[in-house]
């Protein structure tokens, strides 16, 4: 498979697994851990949506689905499925470390290591979901604040978890 059509798809895949696992598991509801909540605030003043913004905290202040994809693509690339078992375990010793009561980072690493290991078949490699989820990251995270804090506040709408 062409790298750069396997990263792209890798990206979509990853983005589309941290951010509904993400959303399932209530991030955009509420700040679930300290932080999260002054992120959400401060995302809002500039004019971006509140559960986006608690979204967006919630994945800063505590390893969640997108800390554990990308756990899980490494894990896999290193010790294959049992590799992506440990991030998953890593994660939620994480969750606990920062006082996070949820599982979607647990839950989004054994997801994530699962896609990865359908998409073996297929010709991806995990070395794609790596650097996919990356992308994926930044699309959240790096690059507009306001305008992703709204995609995720429509998606959290979606599934009716808006704050």
Same mark, same amino acid.
């Given at each position: 498979?062409?790298?750069? #059509?396997? !990263?792209?798809?890798?990206? =979509? ?6 951010? !509904?696992?993400?959303? +399932? ?21 500039? &004019?971006?949506?509140? @559960? ?9 202040? *505590?390893?969640?689905?997108?800390? &554990? /994809?990308?756990?899980? *693509? !490494?894990? +896999?690339?290193?010790?294959? =499925?049992?590799?992506? =078992?440990?991030? %998953? ?9 920062? %006082? ?8 989004? *690493?054994? /997801? @994530? /290591?699962? !896609?990865?290991? #359908? ?10 979901? =790596?650097?996919?989820?990356? #992308?994926? #990251?930044? /699309?959240?995270?790096?690059?507009? $604040? ?15 978890? $808006? @704050?």
């Amino acid at each position: 498979m062409n790298e750069v #059509i396997g !990263i792209i798809i890798a990206a =979509i895949l990853c983005w589309l697994n941290f951010v !509904i696992v993400d959303t +399932y598991f209530g991030l955009p509801e509420q700040p679930g851990v300290k932080g999260a909540r002054i992120i959400g605030e401060n995302v809002e003043k500039r &004019g971006g949506d509140i @559960a986006g913004g608690f979204f967006q905290g919630n994945i800063v202040c *505590s390893p969640d689905a997108s800390a &554990g /994809t990308l756990m899980a *693509s !490494i894990g +896999y690339l290193l010790l294959g =499925i049992p590799g992506g =078992i440990i991030a %998953a375990f890593f994660v939620f010793m994480g969750n606990r470390l920062c %006082a996070d009561p949820g599982y979607a980072g647990t839950v989004g *690493s054994l /997801t @994530a /290591t699962l !896609i990865i290991f #359908i998409c073996s078949f297929l010709g991806f490699t995990p070395e794609m979901f =790596i650097v996919g989820m990356v #992308i994926a #990251i930044l /699309t959240v995270q790096g690059i507009d $604040h306001r305008r992703a804090s709204i995609v995720l506040g429509k998606i959290a709408e979606k599934f009716n978890r $808006h @704050a």
